[in-house]
């Protein structure tokens, strides 16, 4: 073993100060992770807002109303008029706009709040943001009803409203009314003696109890990415892994034509031995760099791996499996530019199929059922398991198994190929 | 020391190595001489054990097998390549080859620095070899070679395209190994390199020695007669019955025995104003067996 460690230190000392080499194997693969992730993601982890139109109305009701609407943090709104509002909606330039039209104030009343109309001007074929919005209104509408019942003044302009409606009404006899009117007058007298405060800090118990809209964070059960570094970041880690076989196969092209394989074979150390010692060498690499840029991830751009165990064994694995791949690489040719060509033509091919350029969950069918071929694929599944998928042990078998298998045939095919080339 | 017994190897229809058997004592530089393509290098690598031999045999101190790791611990070898690592130092190149023949600790940093010493690379030993002169790094070379201390050194032409300066130096090392008693295969095509620092030569060509001797026996046996060339006394009266010709006052003749020629000629009591005497060669000894120059 002391030799295959003296093997694999020269390599990694050599791949350290080969700049062009590390390029390939950790600036590439972030770069890519950083420019894919920033283009997904709409430029960074902050909440994506969405840009609306909320059309100029000075009733109190409507400025009520948006004063609830900029509560929201998903919504940029910008007052404008209708025609503006709806040459921008057109141009694409807003998502949507909002029109408050409030109801006779003689009709409304507390009992019947629902008079107000709002109108949502949107495009048709954004149904998702259409949907989205309606949520906020409906929030934004309930909240303020909400606030009027629990204002005691609000509530008692109501009630007096309400009183002189009575006094009007057809259909009520003297005796009912006279009742009608006892009780509202003890609740008017309730009310006055209920502060502002207290009625908001009592506001769940409110007798009236408005519609009570709330929301409670449930964590998401679905399978999904959390963000787009999710998706990125495994897709780094197999460039990486690409960057290292690539380098590492063409390190022992040229330990071949440079005469220092000669120097190695004569050592007292057998050829298996040398390739170990290849091997670790990049296993080793492809370990830390996918270790470094998966830690990059988790630490700067919150990429939450839900399973380290797992996280660890998809590494490993994918790890052990691009050394057989840099073995079958190796022995594609005889000179540097034979292997370099065909090697990376090999593995662009893979990574195109398998999920290294497009992310496997945006794939159409075919092309998914095609990536089964590649080694990248399951790379990538390896990874995303650990990440979002929510794999457990028994799911992350098939995959690893694949990548092992991967891996021990490949060396094993590479090491024939290059004892038959030298006899 | 070194026995190749029948040594052959074929690749395909060409025979690039027949029936080659030679011995190599401790102390003794051995030269292979002969041009590109005679089958040096591939002799060499069967040795070595790199390359396996469709016949004969290669023992290494009294038996041993070089594919037996015990025994390539004592072969060093300086391959016609330059087989060193541009991007680590000289010391690093250094300290990897005795790593690798199982040196450590204090040992290893002993002939570490024995090596960079014989390839006057001491001061420079913390550059990487990319940046060396091509003579440095074929120094270099000869000292990764040596760095594990063999007692049977192969050297596959280590003065290819190298300044006269480090040529010298290497011949001084090799004479140096000489003297320290290891056995050194040398592999050349120039003549004036084995003629200067061979014990023996084994001529080679189309696989097959050709002859194996001294270099004076070699050159007595196959490379013919020497040119001698006396320049006499214009004033002085010429005789007409000296051996040779006579073209203006220039005496040209051949002998096998020059020198008894010369001390005949002057015992006649002729001054000489000038002698040169052209003795053949190993170029001339491989003309005469070959039919063909060294360099053709």
């Known amino acids: 073993m002391h030799a295959v460690f003296t ?123 259409a949907g989205y919005l309606q949520g906020l209104i409906s929030q934004a509408y309930f909240a303020r009803i909400s606030r009027k019942f629990t204002d005691p003044q609000e509530f008692r302009k109501e009630m007096n409203r309400s009183l002189e409606s009575m006094d009007s009404a057809y259909g009520l006899s003297a005796e009912q009314k006279g009742l009608l009117r006892g009780a509202f007058t003890q609740l008017d007298t309730f009310m006055s003696s209920v502060n502002a405060a207290d009625s908001a800090s009592a506001h769940a118990g409110n007798p009236f109890g408005s519609l009570n809209l709330s929301f409670t964070d449930v964590a998401n059960v679905t399978v999904g990415p959390r963000s787009s570094w999710e998706i990125t970041f495994p897709q780094s880690l197999l460039w990486a892994l690409i960057g290292c076989a690539a380098t590492f196969a063409l390190s022992i092209v040229m330990e071949r034509t440079h005469g220092t394989y000669l120097r190695l074979r004569l050592a007292p150390i057998s050829r298996l031995q040398i ?97 089964n071929l590649s080694p990248m694929k399951w790379c990538v599944l390896a990874f995303e398991g650990a990440i979002w998928r929510g794999f457990a042990f028994a799911d992350m078998i098939l995959p690893l198994a694949i990548l092992w298998s991967i891996g021990f045939v490949g060396f094993f095919i590479g090491t024939i190929v290059l004892i038959k080339s030298e006899s | 020391m070194l026995t190749v017994k029948n040594l052959s190897k074929r690749f395909g229809s060409l025979t690039a190595v027949d029936s080659v058997s030679f011995r190599v004592q401790p102390g003794e530089v051995f030269g292979l001489l002969g041009p590109n393509g005679a089958g040096k290098s591939t002799t060499i690598n069967m040795i070595v054990g790199v390359l396996v031999p469709d016949g004969g045999a290669v023992e290494i101190n009294s038996g041993g097998s070089p594919v037996d790791p015990g025994v390539r611990r004592n072969i060093g070898n300086a391959p016609q390549s330059l087989a060193i690592y541009g991007d680590l130092t000289a010391e690093e190149n250094l300290r990897f080859f005795g790593r690798l023949y199982g040196l450590t600790g204090a040992r290893l940093r002993e002939r570490v620095d024995w090596s960079l010493e014989l390839a006057a690379l001491t001061d420079r030993k913390g550059d990487r070899v990319d940046v060396f002169s091509g003579g440095m790094q074929r120094r270099l070379n000869l000292a990764c070679a040596l760095v594990h201390d063999p007692s049977l050194v192969l050297l596959d032409e280590p003065t290819a395209g190298v300044d006269p300066q480090s040529r010298n130096m290497i011949f001084e090392k090799i004479e140096l190994m000489k003297s320290e008693g290891r056995a050194v295969v040398y592999t050349t095509h120039y003549m004036e390199e084995a003629q200067r620092l061979c014990d023996r030569v084994a001529i080679i060509d189309h696989g097959r020695i050709l002859d194996l001797d001294s270099v004076d026996a070699l050159i007595d046996r196959h490379g013919g007669i020497s040119n001698i060339t006396i320049e006499l006394d214009p004033d002085a009266a010429i005789p007409t019955d000296l051996p040779g010709r006579i073209e203006d006052h220039f005496l040209r003749l051949e002998s096998d025995r020059p020198l008894e020629q010369i001390a005949q000629i002057s015992a006649r009591g002729l001054v000489f104003r000038s002698l040169h005497v052209e003795r053949p060669d190993l170029e001339r000894v491989f003309l005469n067996l070959t039919g063909r120059r060294l360099r053709d």
């Open chain 1, 275 to 371: 390739l170990a010692g290849k091997g670790l060498a990049c296993f080793l690499s492809c370990v830390f760099v996918c270790t470094t840029l998966m830690a990059f991830g988790a630490i700067v751009f919150h990429v939450k791996i839900s399973s380290v165990v797992l996280m660890s064994l998809a590494i490993i694995s994918a790890a052990f499996c691009f050394v057989g791949m840099m073995m079958l690489i190796s022995v594609l040719g005889k000179s540097e530019r034979t292997v370099m060509g065909s090697g990376w033509s090999i593995l662009l091919i893979f990574s195109m199929i398998g999920g290294g350029m497009v992310p496997l969950m945006f794939m159409p069918p075919w092309i998914a059922s095609l990536s």
């Open chain 1, 7 to 129: 093997l694999a230190l020269k390599d990694i000392l050599q791949l350290w100060r080969n700049k062009f080499g590390l390029f390939w194997v950790i600036a590439f693969p972030l770069l890519m992770a950083l420019f894919f992730g920033s283009i997904f993601s709409g430029g960074g982890s902050a909440v994506r807002t969405m840009k609306i139109a909320f059309i100029e109305n000075q009733s109190s009701d409507a400025q009520a109303f948006l004063a609830e609407l900029q509560r929201s943090e998903v919504l940029d709104i910008r007052p404008m008029s209708l025609d503006s509002a709806r040459a921008s909606v057109a141009r694409g330039r807003l998502t949507a706009y909002i029109q408050f039209i409030q109801a006779d104030a003689r009709q409304a009343s507390v009992w019947s709040p629902s008079k107000d109309s709002i109108q949502v001007g949107i495009d048709p074929s954004r149904k998702a943001e």
